[in-house]
C-alpha cells in the first residue's frame, strides 16, 4: 500500500541534539540561577512521578519542576527553558533535514512528528530549527502521558489525526523504540543509524534502512 503519511521521530533522527544533566558544573550554573533543588531531588521526584504510571507511561517534566520549585505559569515556562538552555550543548538539524521535509511536501506527503520528547523544551526546539510548521499534526510523549514504542503511543496519534498503520512509514534513528514501536502497531519502519541510535541484542529488522537523509529522500519517494 502507498505511504501517504511520513511520520518521523525528532532527536536523533532529524536534529542532532546534545545535553549535559549529569556534570556537576551543570547543577552548579543552575544553583548559582536562583534554583532551589538538587540533583538527588530531581531524579527522586522523576522517579516518584514515573511510579504513578502505567508501563509506557510518559512523566511530565513540568510537573517535576513545578512541585521542587512551587513555580507555576509562565514563571514555570521560564524555569523550564533555563533548565534546557543551561544543560543543552548542541542543538542542530542534520544536513538535508529541511530539503527533505520539502521534498516530500512537493511530492504530495502528509508529514507528522511522533517523538519522544517533553513538550516544555520541545516545542521552542522546534520553532529554533525552523520546523514548527513542517508537519500536518506533531504529537510529543509527555503530551500524550505515554512513549514509544508502546503501541498505546501511537495509536493515541493515529486517533489524533485520523491515520491507519498501512497508510504509514515512521522514520526514526532506535530499533527498539522506532522500529520495535512501528512494527508493534502494523507498520513499516525506515531506520537511519546516528550517533544517538542505541545498540540493542536480537533488535527488530526495519523495513528499510537509510544511509542518511539525503538516501532517505529517495526510498521514501518510491513508497509515495
Known amino acids: 500500500m502507498k505511504a501517504k503519511n ?10 542532532d541534539i546534545r545535553t549535559d544533566e549529569e556534570s556537576p558544573a551543570f547543577w552548579a550554573r543552575l544553583a548559582a540561577s536562583g534554583a532551589a533543588f538538587t540533583r538527588e531531588g530531581y531524579l ?42 543551561t544543560s543543552l550543548v548542541r542543538l542542530r538539524l542534520f544536513p538535508f533535514a529541511a530539503e527533505l521535509l520539502s521534498a516530500l511536501r512537493a511530492a504530495g506527503a502528509h508529514l507528522f512528528l511522533f517523538s519522544n520528547a517533553q513538550a516544555c523544551f520541545t516545542r521552542e526546539e522546534l520553532r529554533i530549527l525552523g520546523l514548527e510548521h513542517c508537519f500536518d499534526g506533531i504529537l510529543l510523549s509527555s503530551e500524550a502521558g505515554v512513549k514509544k514504542p508502546s503501541p498505546a503511543f501511537f495509536e493515541y496519534g493515529f486517533r489524533l489525526f485520523g ?37 540493542y541484542p536480537n533488535p527488530p529488522v526495519p523495513d528499510f534502512r537509510a544511509r542518511d537523509l539525503k538516501d532517505a529522500l529517495g526510498i521514501l519517494t518510491a513508497l509515495l
Open 6 to 15: 511520513i511520520l518521523f521521530d525528532l532527536y536523533g533522527t532529524l536534529a
Open 163 to 199: 491515520l491507519a498503520a498501512e497508510a504509514c512509514v515512521y522514520v526514526g534513528n532506535d530499533l527498539m523504540d522506532d522500529v520495535g514501536g512501528a512494527h508493534g502497531v502494523g507498520m513499516r519502519c525506515l531506520y537511519l543509524q546516528t550517533e544517538q541510535s542505541g545498540k
Open 44 to 85: 527522586a521526584r522523576c522517579r516518584e512521578e514515573a511510579e504513578k504510571l502505567p508501563q509506557g507511561g510518559e512523566i511530565d517534566l513540568l510537573r517535576v519542576f513545578s512541585g521542587l520549585t512551587g513555580k507555576k505559569g509562565e514563571a514555570l515556562s521560564a524555569f523550564a527553558r533555563l533548565f534546557r538552555e
